[in-house]
C-alpha cells in the first residue's frame, strides 16, 4: 500500500529527528530512577498542545542525515563526492551542531584537498585504523528508504556513504546494522505486532553476510561483534524488565559513541518497546522506544534518533504525537525531506 509506505518515510525521519532533538539536552549524563521521573515528565509535557515551538534544537545526527538525504534526492544516481561537498558545507556553516570530535578533522582535510579522493581523509583517521564511531549509523535511515527495494544496493550504499567519514569496520557494519533494522521494519505491516525474535534471527542473518568480511582469509575463528550483540538483545529480551536490567544493558549493550556500543541498544530499545514499560508511562509505542532509550543515558541524542528511526519506519507518522514534533527543529522540512525521497522512488 503506497499510502502507508509514504507514511513510513515520514516517521522514520520524522523519528529520526525527534529522537536526536529530545535526546539531545540529555547527551553525555548518566541517569537515575530520579532523572527517569523528570524525563517521564518531559515527555508528558512536549505531548501537550499548549507548547509553542519549535525550541528544540537538533544536532549533528539529522545535519549529516539531511545530506545523504538531499544526496539521494538530487543524484540520482548516488555521487559520493557531492554527499561529501553537502556534509563539508553543512559543517562550516554550522560548525556547533554538536559533531564527534575527530571528524572535524575530516571535513577540513576534504576541504583543503578540495575533494579531490573523498575516501582518503577518513582512512587516514586515528593512524589509519579509521572511525568506529555511531556517526554512519547516525545518518544512514535515508538510505534503507530509497534503496527499500534493492537490498543489495542498500547495503552498498551503506557502506560507502559511512565510508566517507568513518572506515573502522565497527563504524561501517554499525551503520549497515542500523539500515537493515530500518529497513526490516519498513517491510512490517504497522497493524501486526512484530516478533522480536524473528526480527533478531532475520536481522543475524544478514549480519552473519556482513560480517564475513572480517575473515581474514588463515581460517582462524571469524570475529562477528554485531552477530554477537544480536544473542546479547534476544537474551536480554527474555529477561523480564526491571529497573535493575537498565544498568546492565548501560553496561553490557553499551550507551556511548562506539558504533559497537550504541546500533545494538537503539535496536534493543526498540524491541523493548514494543511491550509496556514501568518506568515509561504511555501507550504509544513510538514515544516509548525514545523516552526509553534516553533514559539509558550516555550518547542519548544518537541512540534515541537510530531507535526513533527504526520505530517510525514501522508504525508511520501517525504514530507521532504532532505536539512533539512541532516541538523540534525543521520538522515540516523533514516531512518535505521524506515525501522528496518517496517521490524519488516511487514518482511523484
Ligand atoms: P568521530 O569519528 O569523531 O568519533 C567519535 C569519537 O569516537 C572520537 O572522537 C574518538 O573519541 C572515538 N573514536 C572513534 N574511532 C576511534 C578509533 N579508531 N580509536 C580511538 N577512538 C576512536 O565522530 P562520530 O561522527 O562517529 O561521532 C558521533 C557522535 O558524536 C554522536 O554521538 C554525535 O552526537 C557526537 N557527539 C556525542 C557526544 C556524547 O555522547 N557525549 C557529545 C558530542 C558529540
Ligand atoms: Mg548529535
Ligand atoms: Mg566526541
Ligand atoms: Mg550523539
Known sequence: DLAVLKSKFRGALVGSLLGDCLGAPFEGELVSSGDKIVIQ??????????LKGPIRSYTDDTAMMKSVAKTFIDKPEVDYTYMAKLFVKEYFAEPKRGYGESIVEVFSKLRKRKFEDVYKPAQEQFNGSGSFGNGGGMRVAPVALYFYNNYDA???????????????????????FQCIAVSQALACNPKKKIDPEQFCNELKQKMKEVEKENDDGLNLKVEQPYVDKIN???HFLKAKYNDELDEEIGIV???????????????????????????????????????????????????????????????????????????????????EMADSLYNAVCGA
Not at 547495503?155 to 551503520?175: F, M, N, R, Y
Request: charged share 20%.
Open 232 to 234: 546479547v538483545i534476544q
Open 253 to 335: 549493550l553499551g550507551n556511548n559513541i562506539c558504533a559497537i556500543e550504541s546500533v545494538p541498544t537503539a535496536l534493543y530499545c526498540f524491541l523493548r518497546s514494543l511491550e509496556e514499560i514501568p518506568t515509561v508511562k504511555t501507550d504509544n509505542i513510538f514515544r516509548r522506544t525514545i523516552q526509553y532509550a534516553i533514559t539509558l543515558g550516555g550518547d542519548t541524542d544518537t541512540i534515541a534518533c537510530m531507535a526513533g528511526g527504526i520505530a517510525g519506519a514501522y508504525l508511520g507518522e501517525e504514530a507521532i504525537n504532532r505536539n512533539m514534533a512541532k516541538q523540534c527543529e525543521s520538522y515540516e522540512k523533514t516531512i
Open 154 to 176: 542498500m547495503i552498498d550504499v551503506a557502506k560507502k556513504s559511512t565510508q566517507l567519514t568513518h572506515t573502522h569496520s565497527l563504524g561501517v557494519h554499525g551503520a549497515v
Open 41 to 50: 515528565k518531559y515527555f508528558d509535557k512536549l505531548e501537550s498542545p499548549d
